[in-house]
């Protein structure tokens, strides 16, 4: 199975975290990743974006974080299940469930 976190307890962004987590980091990161894309769009210079795309990657790092804290054995099972069926939602919908239930959108 997948790992949500490394030894450490930081979260490792795979594809099944981040597709079992997108929800969360939409709402708690919009700003961040807003202000990311509107410097992508107006400076095609990859240099000039750095610092956003560091803020937007730091608040995503943050919100795995708190989600696994706060709701560890439902979001291991929603991103378990994600892992084993190449992130199909339908397949997971149980799991996405108690996940959210544990761990609802604020």
Known sequence: MASVVDGAGEPIP????LMSAAKHIDIKCMSE??????CKKNDPNPEKCLDKGRQATR???GVLKDLYH???NPMEGYVGCMY???NEFDLCRK????FEKACPLE
Do not use: G, I, P, W
Request: charged fraction near 20%.
């Open 84 to 86: 084993y069926h190449t």
């Open 33 to 38: 990743n807003v202000d990311f894309l509107k």
């Open 14 to 17: 795979t594809s099944s975290v």
């Open 59 to 61: 608040c995503a790092l």
């Open 95 to 98: 799991e996405q469930q108690a």
């Open 70 to 72: 706060r709701c560890k």
